[in-house]
């Protein structure tokens, strides 16, 4: 029995699995290559919770995309909602689940982090203050300094206690390359 083309059936089945095997094969390796792009490209830095002295991870808490710092979840780094939005030195709060520029957050300059206000970001007082390796809690506009905040080393971010801002238990480890603007906004939601 041969089917409209001449060919026996046996013959016409088989050629069609062949073409229908490399079309999957084919779709396999497409998904993996794009896969493997987007997760080259996607991750600039992963910010995970720490415990204690010795600085133990725990679970994600933000991932950095470039001007763009999101909710991480859980300890896989599942990204979550888009929170921040960092344009030079202004940090916009996130308008929306695709990442738009909302109001003011923050404005980070030389002497510290500011509230700012509005879509223009206006500055307002100061929150913390950054001295060497140590952020102080800060107050008014002109920064007056309060009391130790964090404590920055290497790659691990701690709690700073009292006024000369000693160096407590963990709050941070940062996995990748984070710019001061991004860590600064992110240590303001602790």
């Known amino acids: 029995m041969n089917n409209e083309q001449g060919k026996p059936h046996s013959e016409y089945r088989g050629s069609q699995l062949r073409h229908s095997i490399f079309l999957v094969r084919y779709s396999i390796f497409l998904l993996l290559l794009s896969f493997l792009t987007i997760s080259a490209s996607a991750q600039n830095a992963v910010v995970y919770?720490?415990?204690?002295?010795?600085?133990?991870?725990?679970?994600?808490?933000?991932?950095?995309?470039?001007?763009?710092?999101?909710?991480?979840?859980?300890?896989?780094?599942?990204?979550?909602?888009?929170?921040?939005?960092?344009?030079?030195?202004?940090?916009?709060?996130?308008?929306?689940?695709?990442?738009?520029?909302?109001?003011?957050a923050y404005v980070v300059e030389a002497e510290g982090i500011f509230r700012c206000s509005g879509t223009f970001c206006n500055k307002g007082q100061c929150i913390l203050m950054l001295e060497g390796n140590k952020v102080f809690f800060a107050d008014g506009t002109f920064c007056n300094k309060t009391e130790g905040a964090f404590v920055l080393e290497e790659n691990v971010v701690y709690y700073g206690e009292g006024p000369f801002c000693n160096k407590g238990d963990a709050a941070f480890i940062i996995d990748g390359e984070i710019s001061m603007t991004a860590l600064m906004a992110i240590l303001t939601t602790k």
């Open 49 to 104: 919770h720490a415990y204690g002295p010795y600085a133990t991870p725990g679970d994600a808490a933000f991932i950095v995309e470039g001007n763009r710092i999101h909710i991480a979840c859980g300890a896989f780094a599942a990204k979550g909602p888009c929170t921040f939005i960092i344009e030079g030195n202004e940090v916009y709060r996130a308008d929306g689940t695709f990442c738009r520029k909302g109001r003011g």
